[in-house]
């Protein structure tokens, strides 16, 4: 495909229906282009913001010829879609992301080795595939380490923190499901993202670095200022990352920064990611436009502009009804409902972005009387 050669009237196929799908499919619409979605559950969010829905499971591959057919591209919004089954549809319709990336990234092993390999600097780690590798790994990492499956796992899911011998017992029986990575667990002091969006012609463009608060293993709070000191260095990280992997759309690196100042690449994901969605009003174009702009192969904006500083905030299961007794009396809250119909603990449900301009935090001291 080539530069503008996209035409308003075309459809994107979105592999995916949850939230990043439906935020994706709103930026496409707006833009004059027709959205396709697949995705097993005939309830997902953007099941109601789509031209064409396909229930399908994400891995079958009739479901996925059928969306390429009706499609004239094809993107994700996940990576935990089959690598191999993905490159069948490559070969059939246009699929700027390829499915090289999605295959190293599903692997925390393979992704970890990628990321070594550009020269960016990961997190001390092992492969851990028997009682003697985790044995090593523990000589050579020193208590406490993080054991990971190498597939799968997400918000925390999959992983075991390891502080003594006490537990070997527990992460032997991890070992005998999975192939494991284990980790130093660094003394961390803070956690920070940046995201970024590149097109078919390799220009690319970076949204402000994020600073991140977790809450039990699940992102809490996203903070966006006009300025960050690790932003040059991150950036720099990243460019080295994407000299070794290849990317088109929006991704996001996640970083570690340890209490001494290094910062460490912890993960990357191929597509718009929780900690971007401040960006819809804070930016001048959000993580969900520039992705869409990408994969068509249309220009990228020149610099990405944080309009105000801004704090974005999850609803997970448990938040959202107290924050619908508060939300009637601030105005000022930017509330987004993704449309799941079962409320679950601990499950994404939606988010509230506020525009700071000099302003204090409103939300903050709501949400821990709310939580009380």
Not at 26 to 43: H, W
Not at 116 to 143: Q, R, W
Not at 344 to 350: A, D, E, P, V, Y
Request: glycine content about 6%; some cysteine; aromatic content about 10%.
């Amino acid at each position: 495909m080539t530069l503008n050669n996209f035409k308003l009237g075309q459809s994107i196929g979105i592999v995916g229906g949850g939230q990043l799908g439906k935020m994706m499919a709103q930026s496409a619409q707006r833009m004059g282009f027709k959205v396709n979605i697949l995705d097993p559950d005939p309830a997902c969010p953007a099941r109601y913001v789509a031209h064409e829905f396909i229930e399908s499971p994400y891995n079958d591959i009739e479901g996925l010829k059928k969306l390429s057919a009706l499609s004239d591209v094809i993107t994700y919004e996940f990576e935990n879609i089959n690598a191999e089954t993905l490159k069948e549809i490559c070969a059939e319709n246009h699929v700027p992301q390829g499915y090289q990336t999605v295959g190293t990234v599903q692997n925390r092993l393979s992704e970890k080795e990628a990321i070594a390999s550009s020269g960016a600097i990961v997190v001390p780690y092992k492969k851990v595939d028997s009682k003697a590798s985790l044995d090593e790994a523990i000589e050579e990492l020193g208590y406490p380490i993080v054991l990971k499956t190498v597939f799968g796992g997400y918000d925390g899911k999959g992983q075991l923190v390891l502080k003594s011998s006490e537990q070997l017992e527990e992460a032997y029986l991890m070992i005998q499901d999975a192939v494991l990575v284990a980790e130093k667990m660094i003394e961390l002091d803070r956690e920070i993202s940046i995201t970024a969006s590149r097109n078919l012609q390799g220009e690319i463009c970076y949204f402000p670095v994020q600073e991140n608060e977790h809450r039990n293993q699940i992102l809490f709070k996203t903070s966006v200022k006009k300025s960050h000191e690790y932003s040059e260095q991150a950036i720099a990280e990243v460019e080295k990352i994407i000299s070794k992997i290849h990317f088109v759309g929006t991704f996001t690196v996640e970083f570690f920064i340890a209490k001494d100042g290094q910062l460490y690449v912890n993960e990357i994901a191929p597509r718009p990611h929780n900690s971007g969605h401040y960006s819809i009003e804070a930016c001048n174009y959000s993580q969900f436009d520039t992705h869409i702009l990408s994969v068509i192969g249309y220009s990228l904006p020149k610099e990405i502009v944080l309009h105000e500083e801004a704090v974005m905030y999850n609803l997970l299961g448990q938040d959202l009804d107290a924050m619908e007794s508060y939300f009637p009396r601030h105005p000022e809250w930017h509330v987004h409902v993704y449309g799941k119909e079962v409320r679950k603990h601990n499950r994404k449900m939606g988010h509230i972005t506020l525009l700071l301009d000099g302003k204090e935090d409103t939300y903050y001291p709501i949400y821990e009387e709310m939580m009380k």
